[in-house]
Each structure stands twice: as C-alpha cells, then as structure tokens.
C-alpha cells in the first residue's frame, strides 16, 4: 500500500484546551479512511491543520506520498491537493451559486470585474459532470441546507484534489442525497487520490469506508479495517468502555391533558389541515421523508411562518400566536434543526446563550445578574456534558456537536410547557445521543409536552411515545409506540394518494 499521506505527532494548543495530542493517522492511496471520535475528540481540528487553516503546536509532521511538507496556508493546501468541505457551511448567502463556486480563486475575474457568463457557463459544465441539478444563477441564500452542502462538494471537486477531505456532510442530507455523495465518493476514489470521512452515522462508516481511525479526548486511539470489526467496537474505542445497544423500555404517559392541541393548520405553500393533540408528559414523534413537511409543522405552530388558517390551543385555551415571540410568551420552546440561523450566537460565550431565551428571569429592574447567569450557565454546561475549559468560551469555539448541546441548554433554560425538538441529535455523538434521549425522557416526566422531528427512525421509535407520521404536508397517520415500526411507518410516510387519518389520540 502507498501511503498518500501520513500525519505524525499532531498536537494543538488553544487557549486552556488542549485540542490534540501527538495524533498520528495515515491514508492509503485508493481507500476512504473513516475519521470517528466523539464531539471534541479533535477530528476537526486535525483535519483543519492538515488543510492549513490552522497551524500545529511545533513537532507536527506532515508527509504527502513521501516527501515532508509544511502547509502553509489554505491555498497552499490547495496547491498541495488537499480540500475540504467542512461541517459548517461557508458560502456567501448573498452570491449566487457561481460567484461562490469561484470565490477568491484565480480567473474567477478579468480585469477586476467578475463576468457573470462566464462563471455562470463554468458552474453549469461542472454540475453537469457531477450530475448535480442546481441552477449556478441561483441565490445561496435560496438553497436549502443540503443543497448548499451539495455546492461545497462541488467546490471541492473541483479543486482537482488528491485528498479530500469530508466534515460530517451528510448532517442536512436526505437519504436519496447521501447516496448520490456516496456515489460521487466512489467516483472520485482512484488509485491516486484518497478521501477522509468525518460522521457520527455509523451506518455510513460501515458503508462507505475501508479503514477507520479513531481519536478520543485529542489522543490516537487505533486504526482498525472496516470489514474486519462491528461498529460497536469502533463506538467502544470512542468512547474508552463497552456500549449496550439495549433499547430501554418506555415510560407510559400518566396524565390524561391535552397540553397542546392544533386543528386545521393549513399553509399556503405546503400543510393541509394538520391536526394534532399533544398531552402532558407525553412525545409526540413526527417522521416523515424530507419534504414531508415536519418542519414547516414545528415552524408554523412557533409563529416563525404564517399560517393560512388553523387553531391552536394550550391547556384548552386558545392562542393566538403569530410570531416566535408569541410562542415563547406562550412557553412554546422550538430547538432548531439549524442551529447557526435560529438558534445561537456564536460571538457570545456558553452562558450567554444558554440564558438568551429567559433574560427576564436575569434581570432585575435593568439590571443584570451576571452571577445568576454563570451559575446556571454552569449548571446546564455540567448537566449536558458540555466539553469546554469555561462556560465563558465563546460559542463559535466549540465542537459542532458541543453547539448544539447548547441550543438544549438554552431552551432548558427557557422552562417551557411545550417543546418541539427539531432533529435534536444531528452532529451529537452516539454516546451523548442516549444522554439526550434520556433528558427528553426526563422532561416528558416532569410533566411537559414534547415534539420531536427525525429523520432517523430507530431514534423516533426510541423517544416517542406515539408518532404523527407525515406524507406530502398531511398527516398519514398515528401509530402507538408498541405498534410502530420502521415499516409502517414508512408504509405511512409513503402514502402517494392522501388518506387523511383524524388527529384525536387513540
Ligand atoms: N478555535 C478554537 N478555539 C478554542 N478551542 C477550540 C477551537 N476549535 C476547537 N476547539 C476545541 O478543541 C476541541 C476539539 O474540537 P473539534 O472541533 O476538533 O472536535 P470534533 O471532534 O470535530 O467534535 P464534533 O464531533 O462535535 O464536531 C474541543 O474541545 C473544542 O472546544
Ligand atoms: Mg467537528
């Protein structure tokens, strides 16, 4: 096996964190290295050294088919040929598609001026080889999550890279969308190039990669081949201790008020007459397809869209709520299932956004309790198992999983009667996934009513004690926990002609 690239003695130091520590990983020629750790393990910040965007503590050694480099910057990484795409979106929301493609690139600009056909003309060809249907004349700001995700692929693609390397890119993909990336992974594998693949979906690890390496708290941990091991042994290796997939019996709902309850919502683009009855403790799931129209759901009952008509009602009183203000006025709490828009402040530190959705209770006559702030700040840091040297870091310096462990935080904060849990798991390790099925389970306990949208059945069947499921913006139907499994409810989610199922509990 030719080694394409090997990385020696990697440590990072930022400021109280001590990011990796003489990490070591090497990637064949021809093959997908899968890259696993839990969140802050440092699969990032490794992946971001060797792309030149940050810079090792001295000592780190970078080799390329054999010869000792040192990477400068990003560009010179490109020279180098080595891209990647990260977890976090980079684009300009207000360019288009091709201005995006092209930014900051040689060419891209003749005389100072940007010409537009041309660009335009480059974008298309592009995508056409790809075999990606997007419009280059496009807005950014226009595409869904997914389909700006698919323009970074793009991107990269066309760096003619040697390396690639892949951020948890399938976060906002649907299923059909990650198997044309998985596709185009095999695609651009040949015997000269190599691809690293960062995910917490251990399904995709076992697909698509040939070896996986292992990082945990910044260390090295071991590299094992795909095909020789079970995925719970690479979760054990994440996580230093046995793991049991034992599913865990359901509470049962105790109560028998309906805490929340919405009649008719109709909207104008999608959602045609929802109906639906949540109860004190209880969680209601919501599966469906992407597109199905979940989220336009949990958007419409926050106020954050309009709605065309439709009731809803908290404790059996109406209320009217037309803004997401009205919603929290209203103890409606909405964890988004994109956290960067909706949810944080990244140039705030992890106390300041945890409290963000409850200042009144933060301050007295104007002025602030920045005592209170931090000890709760603490509290909910502690309790969510946040991985930070201080809750005064800065959001945007965390680990992606580690955000949104703070967007709980923030709503949790908040105490509301209701709250609609959005994709709650995307980008949360596998262990801290259990702690927060086991938090909404808590919550549900405590007397709340609870939404939870997935788009991973096995977790919709672990935390719901019914499930509303969703085809074309109506509601199929409702299944019980003990009755539903992954087949009828994707027999439900894939009703073609609507049959439209009454929304009162069974
Ligand atoms: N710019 C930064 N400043 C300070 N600390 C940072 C910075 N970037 C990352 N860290 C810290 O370094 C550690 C490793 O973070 P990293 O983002 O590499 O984790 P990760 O393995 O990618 O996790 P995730 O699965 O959540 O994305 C974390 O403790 C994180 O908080
Ligand atoms: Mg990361």
């Known amino acids: 096996m030719t080694k394409l690239l090997e990385l020696k003695n990697v440590s990072k130091t930022f400021p109280g964190v001590k990011a990796l520590q003489n ?31 940050y810079t090792p503590d001295p000592g780190a050694e970078i080799w390329l088919q054999g010869t000792k480099v040192d990477v400068r910057d990003v560009n010179h990484a490109r020279e180098l040929g080595l891209s990647i795409i990260h977890q976090e979106l980079n684009m300009v929301p207000d360019l288009t598609v091709a201005q995006n493609l092209y930014l900051g690139r040689p060419g891209s600009s003749k005389g100072g001026f940007v010409n537009d056909k041309d660009l335009n003309k480059m974008a298309g060809d592009l995508f056409d080889r790809l075999g990606m249907d997007i419009n280059p004349k496009s807005y950014i700001r226009d595409l869904s999550v997914a389909r700006q995700q698919m323009v970074e692929i793009a991107r990269a693609l066309d760096f003619d890279s040697k390396i690639l390397v892949m951020d948890e890119p399938t976060a906002a993909l649907t299923l059909q969308e990650t198997d044309a990336l998985f596709g185009m992974i095999r695609d651009f594998v040949t015997p000269e190039t190599g691809l690293i693949y960062i995910s917490h979906r251990m399904p995709e690890i076992e697909e698509i990669t040939d070896r996986v390496t292992v990082l945990r708290d910044g260390e090295y941990v071991g590299t094992v081949v795909t095909d020789d091991v079970e995925m719970r042994e690479i979760i054990s290796m994440m996580v230093g201790r046995e793991v049991s997939g034992e599913a865990r019996p359901r509470t049962t709902v105790e109560s028998d008020e309906v805490l929340l309850k919405v009649e008719g919502l109709n909207t104008k683009h999608l ?198 499921v969703m085809a074309n913006g109506r509601i199929t139907g409702f299944l019980d926990n003990a009755d539903a499994d992954q087949e009828n409810i994707m027999e439900l989610a894939t009703v073609g002609k609507t049959q439209v199922v009454d929304g009162a509990v069974a």
């Open 23 to 53: 990490v070591q990983l090497d990637l064949h020629a021809g093959e997908v290295l899968g890259l696993c750790g839990e969140n802050g393990a440092g699969k990032s910040t490794l992946m971001k050294i060797l792309t030149g965007i």
């Open 271 to 468: 959602l045609r007459d929802i109906s639906f009855e949540v109860r004190k403790g209880e969680v209601l799931g919501f599966a469906g397809l992407m597109g199905a129209g979940r989220t336009e759901v949990a958007r419409a009952v926050f106020g954050a869209d309009p709605k065309q008509s439709g009731d809803t009602y908290l404790h059996g009183q109406k209320v009217n709520i037309r803004t997401a203000a009205d919603a929290v006025r209203n103890g409606i709490g909405y964890l988004s299932e994109d956290r960067k828009t909706f949810g944080l402040l990244l140039e705030q530190d992890i106390k300041q956004n945890a409290v963000m959705a409850a200042m009144k209770d933060f301050n007295i006559g104007g002025f602030i309790l920045d005592g209170k702030i931090k000890t709760v700040g603490q509290e909910m840091s502690d309790r969510l198992r946040v991985k930070t040297p201080s809750v005064n870091q800065l959001l945007g310096k965390l680990s992606g999983g580690n955000q949104q462990k703070v967007v709980i935080a923030k709503w949790l904060v908040r105490n509301c009667d209701v709250l609609i849990f959005d994709e709650p798991t995307r980008g949360i390790d596998v262990g801290a996934k259990e702690e927060i099925y086991e938090l909404i389970e808590q919550l549900s306990g405590q007397g709340k009513a609870i939404i939870v949208i997935s788009s991973e059945l096995p977790e919709v069947l672990r935390v719901s004690h019914r499930i509303a």
